[in-house]
Every structure is written in structure tokens, then in C-alpha cells.
């Protein structure tokens, strides 16, 4: 599975912005996650196929996750966004279920990468 991430930029604090990831075949499960410089990459939120959604409590209420099941793409819609949010936004794809969904060994593909870089 070849995962293709868009959609990152600059923006202010408080903007908004929208991530999609395409995915050449199905997953069980597709989600993003994140590398601020310096950081480990942490998990951000993942949807499964039957559409259960998991995110981490640092984005609760301000990111959503979304799927178009048909077109294998997931989105990641990202509102009130802080400074903090800054960094290295990586699509990821597994193929099985179980698991916490929050571990990087979890997911079996990734994507390249997109830039999101939130200004004060």
C-alpha cells in the first residue's frame, strides 16, 4: 500500500487546515501521525474501516478524522490550531485490528510526510 499525504502550509493560530492521505489499496485502519523537531512522532488520530475513530487528547474537539471508504483516502481536518501543532504530519495504514491504535510499530505503511507549521 503506497500512501500519498497532502496538504499542509502555514497558518496562524486559531486557522484551520485539512490534510488528505490516498491510499493505492485497503487498510484496516488509516491515521496520522506527527514529529515536532526534536520529538519522537506521536500519534494524532486514527479512523478504522467500520469507522471507529481514536485521537489523541491533545487534539480532542479541534482535529477530525474522516474516511471515504470508496476512495481509500483519509482526512484530517484540523481547527483552532496552536503553535504546538507544528511539525511533520505522517499518514499511516495497518492492516489489522487490535492494539492500543496509538503505537508507530502498530501500522505497517507510511507516507512521505506534509508540513504544518502554525504561527503565533
Known amino acids: 500500500v503506497q500512501l500519498q499525504a497532502s496538504g499542509g502550509g502555514l497558518v496562524q493560530a486559531g486557522g484551520s487546515l485539512r490534510l488528505s492521505c490516498a491510499a493505492s489499496g485497503r487498510s484496516y485502519a488509516m491515521g496520522w501521525f506527527r514529529q515536532a523537531p526534536g520529538k519522537e512522532r506521536e500519534f494524532v488520530a486514527t479512523?478504522?474501516?467500520?469507522?471507529?475513530?481514536y485521537s489523541a487528547d491533545s487534539v480532542k474537539g479541534r482535529f477530525t478524522i474522516s474516511r471515504d471508504g470508496a476512495q481509500n483516502t483519509v482526512y484530517l481536518q484540523m481547527n483552532s490550531l496552536k503553535p504546538e501543532d507544528t511539525g511533520v504530519y505522517y499518514c499511516?495504514?495497518?492492516?489489522w485490528g487490535a492494539g492500543t491504535y496509538r503505537g508507530r510499530d502498530e501500522y505497517d505503511y507510511w507516507g512521505q510526510g506534509t508540513q504544518v507549521t502554525v504561527s503565533s
Open positions: 499511516a495504514a495497518r492492516l
Open positions: 479512523i478504522t474501516s467500520g469507522y471507529s475513530t
